[in-house]
């Protein structure tokens, strides 16, 4: 009988006004977009039922009331297997209730109740490197579903990176990677794109940074897709941007990991109230002081291999006959490995 899939749980005090939440945990290889997707759930409705507190006049009626109830219902369940693990199922099933508390179209909620698996199994995206956000496929109406934005920073900045007519007329990186296939585009163009691409391989840019800061407001959240991974992102009222560490092996008090610079190496990790953790403090972060240069040494190995895989991809490629063509276009095939498909496709990779 094949092992049931169950995440780790734990429960973590965050934010100046304390909120006590579970939250799921990732192990190596596991469905970061579930993850996110249910974290952010829970962490967007501590904000709302804050502001409900402050402000009784703003509480929620009718849908907006019964989603807050469902979303409940997912606290209640991860509290019950606190430092234990709870089982997908049962959480896909609570997902699931909170679909049929908003939405009253049967076709909608079966259509995206048939495919909540694949936030198990590998969620595909598309971003827009031009514009920022994603098109309107799969994964964003998932998100969207739930009421959850869906964000990344992997944008071109048209002050400083090259061939503003490719990239506004390509846009995606499904049309990127199909142009850079493509044996009668010009070399040049494809050259200077592909070595954009090569230097932002953690896909963040400075530029995207600065929409992302213009586009998220203050004390809010969102769920945000970089280095193919699904995380959760906090803005600070200060503008700083955080990170939902969910990392089974970090167990202690660590919550945040503040975005410092672009590339990552220098990111800095936090308490669930934003205090700073030091090397040498006391709350638990790492098993000995070499661990938190361990950790920025695996982000910056994982940086650099996620660069060389893009790099062999191009070089193997070969002028696409009709046939790959044709079989290059096929869109949201199911897809049970998490690496990154050999096609147009990004998924939720852990290295």
């Not at 992997?154 to 503003?164: A, N, Q, S, Y």
């Not at 142009?179 to 995207?208: C, M, R, V, Y």
Request: charged letters at 25%; one cysteine or more.
């Amino acid at each position: 009988m094949a092992e049931e899939i169950a995440f780790a749980v734990k429960r973590i005090t965050w934010s100046q006004y304390e909120h006590e939440t579970p939250i799921l945990l990732q192990e190596a290889n596991g469905p970061c977009p579930l993850i996110a997707l249910v974290n952010t759930l829970l962490l967007q409705n501590d904000i709302l039922q804050r502001e409900a507190d402050f402000n009784p006049k703003s509480k929620s009626v009718g849908g907006a009331a019964r989603h807050t109830e469902s979303i409940g219902k997912i606290r209640a369940l991860l509290h019950r297997h606190l430092d234990q693990n709870v089982p997908l199922n049962e959480v896909l099933a609570c997902l699931g209730d909170v679909l049929l508390d908003v939405y009253d179209d049967l076709s909608v909620v079966n259509r995206l109740l048939e495919n909540l698996p694949l936030l198990h199994t590998g969620l595909s995206v598309n971003p827009n490197v031009y514009r920022g956000g994603f098109p309107r496929d799969l994964s964003s109406e998932i998100f969207d579903a739930f009421g959850l934005h869906f964000v990344h920073g992997w944008i071109w900045d048209p002050l400083v990176d090259p061939r503003k007519d490719y990239f506004k007329r390509l846009q995606t990186f499904d049309d990127i990677q199909d142009f850079l296939l493509h044996p009668e585009e010009d070399p040049a163009a494809k050259a200077d794109i592909q070595q954009w691409l090569d230097n932002h391989s953690t896909q963040l840019t400075a530029h995207g940074l600065k929409l992302l800061d213009e586009k998220i407001a203050p004390d809010s959240l969102a769920v945000f897709f970089r280095n193919n991974h699904f995380m959760t992102i906090y803005k600070a009222h200060d503008h700083d941007f955080y990170l939902l560490v969910t990392d089974l092996s970090l167990l202690g008090k660590c919550v945040w990991q503040l975005m410092v610079l672009v590339s990552g190496s220098e990111d800095l990790f936090f308490a669930g109230n934003f205090v700073p953790i030091l090397e040498n403090s006391d709350l638990g972060l790492f098993n000995n002081h070499e661990d938190l240069n361990l950790v920025r040494q695996l982000q910056e190995e994982e940086d650099a291999a996620m660069a060389q895989r893009m790099q062999k991809k191009y070089e193997k490629r070969t002028p696409a006959l009709p046939k790959e063509k044709t079989e290059k276009k096929e869109k949201h095939a199911k897809n049970d490995n998490l690496d990154v498909p050999k096609k147009s496709k990004l998924l939720c990779v852990v290295v």
